[in-house]
C-alpha cells in the first residue's frame, strides 16, 4: 500500500499512536530518582487546528470536558494557540500522574471524534536543577525524545539530550533518529 | 467507522494510475522496436543507465545550485525552521533540509532524491509577501512533493523519454556502435522504423509526463491541505504568487524556466501557454479543488458525482 501510496501520490493523515503514551508514568520513578530531574509540574498538548465549523464545535465540547476534569483533580487546565497557529492544552498540577491521565484524556477525545491524526506532541516539562527539559511525545511516531534548550536562545542542549536519551534508553521507547527530534520552542508549557 | 474530516479524489487516482500505464505500455513497445531492429539495446541501457543514474544523483545540487539557493541552519532563519519542523512532524518526514533563494519572485521549490537528502527552498519573495499561514500551506505542498518522492517518480518517468531522444539524435551513432548483426535485410528499414518509433515515443511520453506532471500538482496540494488543514490557505497563497507572477518582467523568468518542473507555481504567466503543454495545471482548477476540499471538511459535498463512491460519502460514514 505504501508503495502504490507514492505511485498514485496519495496523502493519507498520519494516524496517531496513544499506546506508549503512559510508558512516560512508569518511566518517571527513573526520571526522578536516577536522573535528578524533578517534575516541572505542568504538561501540554499540541495539535494542528482544521479550518473548518466542525473542528470548532469539538473545540466547544472539549472545554466541557476539561472543565469537568479539573474540578475534579484541581489541575489547572489551559488552552492556548501559539504563533504557528498549533493549539495548546496545558495543565498544571503537583501530581505527575495526573499530568499524564489529562494528557490522555484531551488525546482520546481528539481521537474519538476523528482528529486523531491532527495532534502533533505532548510536552512534559521537567526542571534538571535550575534549567527545564522537556520529554516530547511524538503521536505519529508513538515514542519519546529529550528537548533540553541550552543557554542562548534558539540553541539545544543536545549533549544533554543525547545523555538523557541514552539513560532512558530501556525504559521509555525513545526516539531513535534524531533527525525526527523537532523542537518545539515557546510552548507554553 | 470513524469519521474522516478529509475527502478522497477517486478520479485523481484513476488519472494518474491510467497515465502512468500509459507510458509503461509506450516504453514497452519502444524497447520491443529496439529489440527487433537489433539497435545496440545494451549501448541504449548503459547510455541511459548513465544519465538516470547522474540525473538522480545530481539533480538536487544541480537545481539547487542554478537557482543560487543557499541552505540556512535553524540560528538563521529561526521562524522558517519552526514551521517546517512541526508541518515534517505532522507529515511523519525526517526534517528536510531549508535553502532560501535570493530572488525576488515568490517561489518554492522540493528537491532531494530521497526524503532524507530532501531540500525545502523558498525565495525571499515568497517570504516577504505571504503571510504565516500561507507560508506554512507552500511549505507543506513542498512537503506532500517529498512524502509523494515526486521527484523520483517523474525522474523514473522521464528515463526512456530522454532515451528516445538520445536515440533520435544520435541515430547514426547509435547504429555505428549497436551493430545490426542477425538482421540480413533489416538495413533502411529497421533504421526508419527505430527513428520512427524515437520521435513518437518521445512526443507521447513529452505529453504523459506532463500530464503525470499536473496530476502530481493537484497531488501536493492535496496533500498541503490535509497537513495543514486549511485548504484556503493555499488557495489565499496560490492567488497571491500567481498576481505577482504577472507582474515580474519576462527577462528574469527566463532564467528560471527551465525549473519549471519543480516549482510550486510555474515561471511563465498564466494563459500564455495551453495547459497541455504544461507541467502545473491551471490556477482556477487548483483554486477549484481546493476549494471543493475546503467544502467536503464542512461536511457539505455539493455535487457527489463529482468524486465516485466511498470517497464521495467519506464524511458522512458514521
Known amino acids: ?189 | 467507522m470513524r469519521t474522516r474530516w478529509y475527502g478522497g479524489d477517486t478520479g485523481l487516482t484513476v488519472r494518474m494510475f491510467v497515465t502512468m500505464s500509459l507510458l509503461f505500455a509506450i516504453y514497452l513497445a519502444f524497447l520491443a522496436v529496439l529489440f527487433w531492429a537489433g539497435v545496440g539495446y545494451i549501448t541504449v541501457a548503459v547510455v541511459g543507465g548513465i544519465l538516470l543514474l547522474v540525473q538522480y544523483l545530481y539533480s538536487d545540487r544541480l537545481v539547487l545550485w542554478s537557482l543560487g539557493a543557499r541552505t540556512v541552519s535553524p540560528t538563521e532563519e529561526p521562524g522558517l525552521h519552526a514551521m517546517l519542523d512541526r508541518l515534517a512532524a505532522l507529515a511523519d518526514l525526517p526534517k528536510p533540509r531549508l535553502a532560501v533563494v535570493d530572488s525576488e519572485i515568490p517561489n518554492a521549490l522540493a528537491t532531494g532524491r530521497s526524503q532524507r537528502s530532501a531540500v525545502v527552498a523558498v525565495t525571499r519573495g515568497l517570504t516577504e509577501r505571504l503571510d504565516p499561514p500561507e507560508l506554512e500551506a507552500v511549505l507543506a505542498h513542498e512537503l506532500t512533493h517529498v512524502k509523494n518522492r515526486d521527484v523520483m517518480v517523474i525522474t523514473i518517468a522521464s528515463f526512456l523519454s530522454t532515451v528516445a531522444f538520445f536515440v533520435m539524435r544520435n541515430f547514426a551513432f547509435m547504429g555505428f556502435y549497436g551493430g545490426r548483426r542477425g538482421r540480413d535485410q533489416g538495413g533502411a528499414g529497421a533504421f526508419a522504423a527505430v527513428y520512427l518509433a524515437s520521435l513518437l515515443v518521445w512526443l507521447i511520453s513529452f505529453f504523459l509526463i506532463k500530464a503525470l506532471s499536473r496530476y502530481r500538482e493537484y497531488a501536493a496540494d492535496r496533500g498541503a491541505a490535509i497537513i495543514t488543514g486549511a485548504p484556503s490557505q493555499l488557495a489565499s497563497a496560490l492567488l497571491k504568487i500567481s498576481g505577482t507572477m504577472q507582474r515580474i518582467p519576462q527577462r528574469d523568468l527566463r532564467e528560471v524556466e527551465g525549473m519549471n518542473a519543480f516549482f510550486i507555481f510555474p515561471a511563465i504567466s498564466a494563459g500564455s501557454v495551453m495547459e497541455l503543454f504544461s507541467t502545473h495545471p491551471s490556477l482556477e482548477h487548483r483554486l477549484a479543488r481546493l476549494e471543493r476540499m475546503q467544502r467536503e471538511m464542512e461536511g457539505r459535498i455539493e455535487d457527489p458525482g463529482h468524486s465516485s463512491g466511498a470517497d464521495a460519502s467519506g464524511p458522512f460514514a458514521a
Open chain 1, 1 to 189: 500500500m505504501r508503495i502504490l501510496d507514492i505511485l498514485l501520490g496519495r496523502t493519507r493523515p498520519v494516524p496517531s499512536r496513544l499506546d506508549s503514551l503512559f510508558a512516560i508514568s512508569t518511566a518517571y520513578l527513573t526520571l526522578t530518582a536516577d536522573l535528578g530531574l524533578a517534575s516541572g509540574g505542568s504538561a501540554g498538548v499540541c495539535f494542528r487546528p482544521i479550518d473548518s465549523a466542525r473542528f470548532e464545535a469539538l473545540g466547544a465540547d472539549l472545554q466541557g470536558i476539561l472543565k469537568i476534569s479539573g474540578e475534579e483533580t484541581g489541575a489547572a487546565i489551559r488552552t492556548a494557540t501559539d504563533s504557528y497557529g498549533f493549539q495548546w492544552v496545558t495543565v498544571e498540577s503537583s501530581d505527575f500522574q495526573e499530568l499524564v491521565s489529562t494528557i490522555h484524556l484531551v488525546s482520546l477525545t481528539l481521537e474519538e471524534r476523528g482528529f486523531g491524526d491532527r495532534l502533533l506532541a505532548a510536552v512534559f516539562r521537567f526542571l534538571d536543577g535550575e534549567r527545564p527539559v522537556y520529554w516530547v511525545y511524538s503521536y505519529k511516531r508513538g515514542n519519546f525524545y529529550p528537548f533540553a534548550p541550552g543557554g542562548a536562545p534558539g540553541q539545544r542542549d543536545n549533549a544533554r539530550e543525547l545523555r538523557l536519551a541514552a539513560a532512558m534508553g530501556r525504559e521509555l521507547p525513545v526516539e531513535r533518529e534524531i533527525e525526527r527530534w523537532y523542537p518545539l520552542w515557546g510552548a507554553p508549557v
